[in-house]
């Protein structure tokens, strides 16, 4: 009768041990979709900031064109550096001293370099396809390196029309050719690129932390019920 008894109060707490597992097990699964939304959530808070920031910068610069491109009496002379060829020099800069990038992107770009991926290329046409749509973001993969992808659109103001508007097809001070376009039209869009490595290291590291702390608790149980 006692060897029925053990057996069974052994069968019990292996059983109560297994559900235990099961059950942290989930809590841990949780928690990593937890830890990913919230990783989600800061890149997009950065990234806003940082187009935010960038945008001000290059609506400063249209509006000083006039400033920027005259001397003191009065003479015209272009110096170069429009909204685009100042953020385009910003955004070398600044991927030397970080490791987050931006460009400005549009499907037929002036600029080779300005040239859209296939994640910015899709977004540019729905950009164009939904004028309310304010902002896309995602995730892409290139070999091991995921990056955080984040695009908002450029919307052609006043100032941008004398190198950007009509008439369609003439020359701007900046020798390329005009688009064409008004006030109020896409113009293109601003990309920003952050890698996630550290961030998917830290929820890594979060992850095995806490799988070690299970496989510990079951060997422990089980060690303890053997005994």
């Not at 491109?69 to 170069?80: I, W």
């Not at 020798?175 to 830290?202: D, N, V």
Request: proline content about 3%; hydrophobic content about 45%; charged content about 25%.
């Amino acid at each position: 009768m006692r060897s029925i008894r053990a057996r069974l109060s052994v069968k019990f707490m292996i059983g109560v041990t297994a559900v235990l597992v099961a059950v942290l097990s989930l809590n841990l699964l949780w928690e990593i979709q937890e830890q990913k939304v919230q990783v989600f959530d800061d890149l997009h808070e950065q990234a806003k900031t940082m187009a935010t920031q960038i945008i001000a910068m290059r609506e400063f610069m249209a509006r000083s064109q006039h400033r920027i491109n005259h001397d003191s009496k009065g003479n015209f002379e272009f110096k170069g550096l429009n909204p685009a060829a100042v953020g385009r020099g910003v955004g070398e800069i600044f991927a030397e001293m970080s490791n987050y990038r931006f460009k400005q992107t549009r499907l037929q770009v002036r600029n080779e370099t300005n040239q859209p991926d296939e994640f910015e290329i899709q977004a540019l046409k729905r950009f164009a396809a939904d004028p309310a749509l304010k902002e896309i973001m995602g995730r892409t993969t290139s070999g091991q390196e995921a990056t955080f992808r984040y695009m908002v659109p450029l919307i052609a103001e006043k100032s941008c029309l004398q190198c950007h508007g009509e008439p369609k097809g003439a020359i701007d001070v900046g020798g390329y050719t005009k688009e064409g376009l008004k006030e109020g039209q896409l113009a293109g869009a601003l990309s920003i690129y952050i890698p996630m490595e550290r961030f998917e290291q830290r929820i890594a590291a979060n992850t095995k932390r806490r799988a070690m702390t299970i496989v510990a608790f079951a060997g422990l149980s089980l060690l303890l019920i053997g005994v």
